[in-house]
């Protein structure tokens, strides 16, 4: 595959009807990346999607600008078993490849940053990218119906599926939900750390009431680093998942839907 050809593309996978766009051929093993506020994880995916070494996961530097963070990407990819192509779930709004937020990593020096590029120049395979819910979400939904997909991290993460068709970058975080703060504001790392897991899980049950109501969805998939730590009773169409079920999402930004 050219360079930069699948970066370019990355929502032609949403935007072009079957048959129209390359089709990958199914067997290639795939390098998952996930990039957060605290941690960068890695694991390669075999062709169905079953991960085929243990989860790496090495601290974010800080402050998080482009090029520390590539460095430590970079590092951590010479201890990966074998990958023909690269998925990358960055936490911030990227479309066609190309950064536009980043508020959880050094935000200011990423807007315009190309990273897919970059890393297909240090991996020399194709790379692509897309929102780390967003990536996160392709791993767990079932694909029936509205499903709604939330990762309580450093950040608070959306993802928006409707009969498993991805609604791109829902930045749901930053809407204004109480006390003049945003979602993400309320349920984010700092504030579990600082409210303890009590106040913190009572926070995450008043988001999820106010969210019901709105999204209307089929099953809620709650995850990130912090899901484990919710407390207060969940409805049963929420279901709890980890970032290694999350990262499976990788295989899933190379079929063309
Ligand atoms: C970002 C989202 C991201 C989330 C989790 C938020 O601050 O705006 O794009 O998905 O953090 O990393």
New binding site residues.
């Given amino acids: 595959m050219a360079r930069g050809r699948a970066i370019r593309h990355e929502h032609a996978l949403l935007r072009f009807p079957l048959g129209q766009e390359h089709r990958e051929t199914p067997s290639k093993f795939t390098l998952s990346i996930d990039i957060?506020?605290t941690g960068i994880k890695m694991l390669v995916l075999d062709p169905n999607g079953k991960p085929v070494n243990e989860r790496l996961r090495w601290l974010t530097p800080q402050p998080a600008s482009p090029r520390p963070v590539l460095d430590v990407i970079i590092q951590m990819l010479a201890t990966m078993p074998r990958f023909d192509r690269v998925s990358v779930g960055f936490?911030?709004?990227v479309s066609h490849g190309v950064v536009h937020?980043a508020?959880?990593l050094d935000k200011d020096s990423w807007p315009g940053f190309e990273v897919g590029q970059e890393l297909e120049r240090a991996t020399r395979v194709p790379v692509r990218v897309i929102?780390?819910?967003d990536l996160q979400g392709y791993g767990v939904i079932e694909g029936r119906g509205v499903e709604l997909v939330l990762?309580l991290?450093?950040?608070?993460?959306a993802a928006l599926f409707v009969n498993g068709h991805l609604v791109p970058n829902l930045?749901l975080?930053?809407h204004p939900f109480k006390k003049g703060k945003t979602y993400?504001e309320r349920v984010c790392d700092a504030e579990f750390r600082r409210l303890g897991k009590k106040e913190w899980s009572e926070r995450v049950g008043e988001m999820l009431d106010q969210l019901a109501p709105i999204f209307n969805y089929d099953v809620l998939h709650l995850g990130g680093g912090n899901a484990e730590h919710v407390k207060v009773a969940l409805p049963p169409n929420v279901h709890l998942f980890d970032n290694v079920d999350g990262m499976t999402g990788g295989i899933r930004l190379w079929d063309d839907l």
């Fill in positions: 957060g506020g936490p911030g709004v937020t508020p959880n929102n780390d819910a990762t991290g450093t950040g608070l993460g930045e975080g930053h993400e």
